[in-house]
């Protein structure tokens, strides 16, 4: 992929910025040394290698979902200005 002018013009507009002449030339650089990065990572012989998401085998340690008891409704609206059908009620902040 070749990083011209074209190219960094469009991405200006896709990222809704404006950059200056020597950001632009800045930019090419960088994303062409990217882009050689990239290609050497394709070098490399990946053939018997797995898969793999994350580079450690750590699984996340997710506990059960259990039912416990919270605070008493009562109790917590007793604090509300306005209860309605055992919930607090505010007005309304934003038009239909």
């Not at 898969?51 to 506990?63: C, G, I, L, Q």
């Amino acid at each position: 992929m070749t990083i011209d002018n074209k190219l960094i013009s469009y991405l200006e507009d896709l990222s809704y910025l404006s950059l200056a002449d020597d950001e632009k030339v800045r930019l090419t650089g960088d994303l062409e040394e990217i882009l050689n990065y990239m290609a050497r990572l394709k070098e490399l012989d990946t053939e018997n290698v797995s898969e793999r998401s994350h580079p450690f085998d750590n699984v996340n340690a997710f506990r059960d979902d259990e039912v416990m008891a919270s605070f008493d409704r009562q109790l917590i609206l007793r604090n509300a200005p306005v209860e309605e059908a055992g919930m607090f009620s505010s007005p309304q902040t934003v038009g239909e």
